[in-house]
T-cell receptor, first 112, second 111 residues
Framework: NAGVTQTPKFRVLKTGQSMTLLCAQDMNHEYMYWYRQDPGMGLRLIHYSVGEGTTAKGEVPDGYNVSRLKKQNFLLGLESAAPSQTSVYFC???????????FGEGSRLTVL | GIQVEQSPPDLILQEGANSTLRCNFSDSVNNLQWFHQNPWGQLINLFYIPSGTKQNGRLSATTVATERYSLLYISSSQTTDSGVYFCAVENSGAGSYQLTFGKGTKLSVIP
């Protein structure tokens, strides 16, 4: 039982390149989230999904796109990476009715 | 949006000491959680506590929603308690369990 798995764990990009972060969960949770963590800033919500085929913007959505084609997967895309997107990205899930968050291990992204 | 303030920002403890971490929030909430981020970056859910008191081993938490604060107590601290403790809240009516995080309290427990 893996819980919440993020791939890749580390990535270095050049400015303007694109990439996709994958979050996969085997907990059968309805809700999924993408957060970014920057030094001294805590965690900030980028996008979230309340179910398969639905997505919504969070606090800092600019420069990111997401998709949830399957209940167990939530993808975060960067179409044209910028140095300001250098961060640690966390995926999280929660079960309908509780709101308790369960996090993946994080993905460290560096944009040069 | 809702504001979340945690104090103190940094805390250094001798092993075996007790501590209290505080989380103040600026509006009514229907969801409050405490998380521990260990030195390797993993985020672990400690408590889901929108109101009342809960205990789990050496850790306990109390939320007084009417006064807009929550406290996390750590007793008999151990070096493995080191890391950053985050409080996160959901504003009543925000929906979809969208949590706003505080900036955290960095705890260092020294032997």
């Amino acid at each position: 039982n893996a819980g919440v798995t993020q791939t890749p764990k580390f990535r270095v990009l050049k400015t303007g390149q694109s990439m996709t972060l994958l979050c996969a969960q085997d907990m059968n949770h309805e809700y999924m989230y993408w957060y970014r963590q920057d030094p001294g800033m805590g965690l900030r919500l980028i996008h979230y999904s309340v179910g398969e085929g639905t997505t919504a913007k969070g606090e800092v959505p600019d420069g990111y796109n997401v998709s949830r084609l399957k209940k167990q997967n939530f993808l975060l895309g960067l179409e044209s990476a910028a140095p300001s997107q250098t961060s640690v990205y966390f995926c999280a899930t929660s079960r309908l009715g509780t709101g308790e968050l369960f996090f993946g291990e994080g993905s460290r992204l560096t944009v040069l | 949006g809702i504001q979340v303030e945690q104090s103190p920002p940094d805390l250094i403890l001798q092993e075996g000491a007790n501590s209290t971490l505080r989380c103040n929030f600026s509006d009514s909430v229907n969801n409050l959680q405490w998380f521990h981020q260990n030195p390797w970056g993993q985020l672990i859910n400690l408590f889901y506590i929108p109101s009342g008191t809960k205990q789990n081993g050496r850790l306990s938490a109390t939320t007084v929603a009417t006064e807009r604060y929550s406290l996390l107590y750590i007793s008999s601290s151990q070096t493995t308690d080191s890391g950053v403790y985050f409080c996160a809240v959901e504003n009543s009516g925000a929906g979809s369990y969208q949590l706003t995080f505080g900036k955290g309290t960095k705890l260092s427990v020294i032997p």
